[in-house]
């Protein structure tokens, strides 16, 4: 298994997973140049995609999906909700169109919808599973339930929304509006609310997760801070950041990269 985060941002998030012998991007929201590039870069040709998946409309998700999806014919996938939200969605090719549901399946790869709480037409994020591995993409979170910490649970590889500081927007120059609609519980997972998180996912007994810290704001975040308040809080949980789980930062403008080993049980 690999997971590359391509960028990740309010300005644009994409992350290529490849799982068993299928290739996957997630999210379409930087130029269809930069994911071209930063999948070629990776010895990717964007032209044997299998699928394209959608989290939601929001554009820092979808900014180059119809020049990437009329440039490569790929298939794209998301909700209803989201097809019928017009915007880019309505431009692109119908035989390109898919309607996810609860499951996708590609091959040997099992791919589940987990519903989120955001700000959006029905948002999702997605557990893969093939064999005896498992990564998980969610960002865009704006409250912990039940359903998001079973999605997490024995998971390999996450790319989990570590957006801001909760301070930092507190006393940040964004207007009130913005500043209640982030924090609300259908705006973004503040470092701190990702670290408990974490410790409440159930971790597989034998394998140390890895997680990429993603979704972080330029404005109201900084990613040392975002590393240590997430691992302070796996430490009061008795975890040992660094050895019972590992922490990865992302960034707009930069990849981030894992390869997961299922024999080793390692990357």
Not at 49 to 76: M, Q
Request: hydrophobic share 40%; aromatic share 4%; net charge neutral.
């Amino acid at each position: 298994m690999q997971v590359h985060v391509l960028a990740s941002g309010s300005t644009g998030n994409a992350v290529y997973i490849a799982m068993g012998d299928k290739r996957v991007l997630v999210d379409a929201g930087i130029s269809c140049r930069r994911i071209t590039g930063g999948l070629r870069e990776l010895g990717v040709d964007p032209s044997q995609l299998d699928a394209v998946l959608i989290t939601h409309e929001h554009i820092d998700h979808v900014k180059g999906l119809e020049v990437f999806t009329r440039r490569y014919r790929l298939p794209v996938h998301a909700r209803p909700g989201v097809w019928g939200s017009g915007g880019v969605f309505a431009t692109l090719p119908r035989d390109c169109r898919h309607e996810l549901g609860e499951r996708l399946e590609l091959g040997r790869v099992q791919i589940e919808c987990v519903p989120i709480s955001h700000d959006a037409v029905d948002p999702v994020g997605f557990v893969f599973r093939c064999g005896d591995m498992q990564m998980a993409s969610i960002t865009d979170v704006g409250c912990i339930n039940g359903t998001l910490i079973s999605a997490l649970a024995g998971c390999d590889i996450m790319v989990l929304e570590s957006n801001h500081d909760v301070t930092m927007l507190k006393e940040g120059p964004y207007p009130p509006f913005l500043k209640k609609r982030i924090s609300g519980n259908k705006g973004h997972l503040s470092n701190l609310e990702c670290g408990r998180l974490l410790t409440m996912a159930e971790k597989h007994p034998h394998r140390t997760p890895h997680v990429f810290l993603a979704h972080m704001s330029q404005q109201n975040n900084v990613p040392a801070l975002a590393r240590a308040t997430v691992e302070r809080e796996l430490a009061h949980s008795g975890c040992r950041p660094g050895e019972d789980m590992i922490l990865h930062l992302t960034a707009a403008q930069a990849c981030a990269s894992l390869y997961w080993n299922p024999a080793k049980g390692e990357c």
